[in-house]
């Protein structure tokens, strides 16, 4: 992932949150979003709702039987997909399949940044 540096605008702005122990949504630093997690109809899919973020995530795996030359070692993959909508740090076809996913949902601020 590429770092997005921030700029002084979006710092202050953090820090003044944390400050006023508030978030974007109105939440106070406690507080959690209502979780909700279901499970699809394929084997391994599920499906976690946080607030009104979505999210889905499929698991799968495949077992081979290991080389002779080398019996007691394996080869693990991981493959993941992220939305470039999720973070501006991800970058869209970078060793995936183009990033398809779902991507959080916005909303209405308690603060206004002000420069």
Do not use: W
Not at 3 to 14: G, K, V
């Amino acid at each position: 992932m590429k770092e997005t540096p921030l700029s002084a605008c979006e710092r202050d702005f953090i820090l003044k949150a944390i400050e006023e122990k508030k978030r974007l949504d109105g939440r106070q630093t406690y507080d959690y979003r209502k979780i909700k997690i279901s499970f699809g109809t394929d084997y391994g899919c599920c499906f976690v709702d946080l607030g009104q973020t979505r999210v889905m995530a499929q698991v799968s795996c495949e077992l081979i039987a290991p080389k002779e030359s080398r019996p007691n070692e394996g080869i693990m993959f991981f493959n993941i997909e992220l939305s470039p909508l999720a973070s501006p740090a991800f970058e869209q076809g970078r060793g995936g399949h183009g990033g398809e996913g779902a991507a959080p949902a916005g909303g209405g601020g308690v603060f206004s940044p002000v420069c």
